[in-house]
């Protein structure tokens, strides 16, 4: 049950983290979301927004930045 604790901690503080980064350079991530791959759709009384490409971006930066966290503790 420790380790839960831990882990649960750990993902919060990394929350806090990445909330303030949003809240600080918000402004500058603004193509973030309307790259060529992310599909939009509108019709007469619907929209529909598929953000491929950005999440393919977000995720591989994931993936490295939590690669580097998990070689950190080791």
């Known amino acids: 049950m420790e380790s839960l604790g ?4 750990g993902v919060g503080v990394i929350l806090i983290i990445v ?3 949003i809240w600080f350079l918000g402004g500058r991530f603004g193509w973030f979301g309307s790259l060529p791959g992310d599909l939009r ?3 007469g009384n619907f929209r529909v927004y598929v953000p491929i ?3 393919i971006i977000l995720s591989i ?10 070689r950190f503790f080791r």
Do not use: C, Q, R, T
């Open 61 to 70: 930066v994931l993936s490295i930045v939590l690669s580097l966290i998990a």
């Open 6 to 9: 831990k882990a649960i901690v």
């Open 19 to 21: 909330g303030l980064v």
């Open 41 to 43: 759709i509108e019709g």
């Open 53 to 55: 490409a950005s999440m």
